[in-house]
């Protein structure tokens, strides 16, 4: 049934070009950086920080997936444009925290010295807390059409601080530091990549089909969705730490195994790593079942997500 049904899913997207697609997302996404960033005059050092960070070459598959899901319920790009950048300014805060010696200790990100080694730890903690509170800045900045409008964006707000907060990312970040040297079973592994990886991506897509006037039923479908390609996402992060060429992923490999971390492969092998991260885009695919061709970008996403190399 699974495979009939991604055969099924491919068959529906054969026209879509997910290249053209992504590049045209990410150079919206970048202009947008661009231009708030050059709103940000004062604080240099700061800024150019942030900058070094955030401009760097990233998947940008956060704000991608935002737009993605608004589109599916009917939205446009230009509803949730802002909202994507907000997300990317927090899930890049997160890397600049995650890479600190206190933390993972890494010296490679997006194919650049990570912001520590290129400033300094005192610059890089503020960087990182400068992107989260302007991400929050430009969520509650958004222009308020109407009421209803504005009773979305507080759900959006919410969604948001909630995926990023001690709920979510940051009790993932808690509990992964709290495992290295730890051998952790599947539910354990789970309930981490759960928090730290898919709570965010979770939110991108929640908060981008709220703004697309999704109805009730379609955001409960998009939710399985997200669940399933976070969690893929993250398997095939693992994969890469272990058989990935670090001039492709922009970032160190074979970390995970020197920290002494329970990952995906080191539980279950390679191969069956990449099974269970087929399975879960299957997963994924089968709740965009009754979505038009406006979800293509989804479907398309899916599987970019288990072919992708960096």
Avoid: W
């Avoid at 993605?68 to 950048?85: H, K, L, R």
Wanted: overall charge neutral.
């Amino acid at each position: 049934m699974k495979n009939h049904l991604s055969l099924k899913m491919n068959r529906k997207m054969d026209s879509f070009d997910l290249n053209s697609y992504l590049f045209s997302k990410r150079k919206q996404i970048n202009q947008a950086i661009e231009t708030i960033l050059g709103q940000t005059t004062n604080s240099r050092v700061v800024v150019s920080a942030m900058r070094h960070s955030l401009v760097a070459e990233g998947k940008r598959i956060r704000p991608v997936l935002c737009i993605a899901a608004s589109q599916a319920v009917g939205g446009q790009t230009e509803d949730v444009i802002m909202i994507a950048c907000a997300l990317e300014m927090i899930h890049t805060y997160s890397l600049i925290h995650d890479d600190l010696p206190a933390m993972d200790d890494d010296n490679l990100r997006r194919g650049k010295p990570t912001c520590h080694i290129a400033f300094d730890e005192a610059t890089a903690i503020l960087a990182g807390d400068a992107l989260l509170t302007l991400a929050f800045e430009i969520l509650s900045s958004i222009e308020l059409a109407d009421k209803n409008n504005a009773l979305k964006l507080l759900r959006v707000i919410n969604t948001i601080a909630k995926a990023a907060g001690y709920k979510g990312m940051i009790e993932g970040q808690i509990k992964d530091i709290a495992a290295e040297g730890k051998q952790l079973g599947l539910e354990d592994l789970e309930e981490i990549h759960v928090l730290k990886t898919g709570a965010l991506i979770e939110a991108s897509i929640i908060t981008g089909a709220i703004l697309g006037n999704g109805s009730f039923e379609q955001i409960e479908k998009l939710k399985i969705y997200a669940k399933n390609i976070g969690l893929a996402f993250q398997v095939i992060d693992d994969i890469l730490n272990v058989e990935g060429d670090p001039a492709v992923t922009g970032k160190d490999v074979g970390t995970d195994q020197a920290r002494e971390k329970s990952t995906y492969p080191s539980i279950l092998g390679i191969e069956k790593s990449k099974e269970f991260a087929k399975n879960l885009v299957n997963n994924a695919l089968q709740t965009l079942e009754h979505f038009d061709k406006k979800s293509d970008p989804l479907r398309a996403i899916a599987h970019y997500t288990i072919d992708r190399k960096r």
